[in-house]
């Protein structure tokens, strides 16, 4: 299956899903520079590095992954970043509150509002709290066309992500959802989960108050 799922004015998105567990690993792919950013190194390196390999045909410059940004420190999402980073010398950036779980040493802590900027764009840091204390959501603001939100583990199509039923986790997770990402994202915006389909900000919308009220 073709990994490129977004062809922008500035960058390519591409997407491969890894592993029994459907973990997706997103590359974001400058065509000025050939500047990259991986999120989510999850699994299976081979696999990584033929999508790494496929992106340099997205760009008429030579290609170089300038960041791995992991959107939380869970094993599952986390696999293949050892091999990457010394297979590419690539600095890693994750959010504060998770980045000493990491299989790897974290060049750039992430507190919610940071970039990640690279040549030729940038992403956004949203902290989401409650899923893991460190969660971020990388948001990658289009000139041209909606905005494009990598959520983690954070937010689903139908809901937010696992709280093991803690009613503080889960309170966290769906205010700051509600309020970092819907309160400030328009509706067109897509939503790409670390697991599974995409969906936009619009279809789940209407649903807040209803997964409020069922508790997770």
């Known amino acids: ?38 999120i989510d190194a999850a699994d299976d390196a081979p696999a990584i590095r033929q999508l790494l390999g496929d992106a340099a ?7 170089k992954l300038a960041a791995i940004a992991t959107t939380h420190q869970h094993w599952d999402h986390v696999r293949a970043l050892k091999e990457i980073v010394e297979a590419t010398g690539a600095p890693t950036a994750a959010g504060t509150d998770d980045a000493d779980a990491l ?23 949203v902290h989401l709290r409650g899923h893991t204390p460190g ?12 905005t494009h939100i990598f959520s983690g583990d ?8 696992n709280t093991q039923k803690d009613p ?21 915006a897509v939503v790409h989960p670390g697991h599974g389909k995409p969906t936009t900000l619009g279809a789940e919308r209407p649903h807040l108050e209803e997964w409020r009220a069922r508790g997770w």
């Open 57 to 63: 045909g997205d760009t008429s410059a030579t290609t």
């Open 103 to 125: 299989p790897v040493a974290v060049d750039r802590n992430l507190g919610h509002g940071d970039t990640v900027a690279v040549d030729g764009f940038a992403l956004t840091a």
């Open 1 to 38: 299956m073709d990994s490129l799922i977004h062809d922008l004015r500035d960058i390519t998105i591409r997407r491969i899903s890894v592993s029994a567990m459907d973990n997706n690993v997103y590359l974001l792919t400058a065509k000025s520079s050939g500047e990259q950013v991986l």
């Open 168 to 188: 503080e986790r889960f309170t966290q997770i769906l205010d700051d959802v509600t309020q970092r990402l819907f309160g400030t994202y328009p509706d067109d």
């Open 135 to 146: 969660s971020i959501a990388f948001v990658y603001e289009a000139p041209e066309g909606p």
């Open 154 to 161: 954070s937010l689903f199509p139908g809901g937010v992500g």
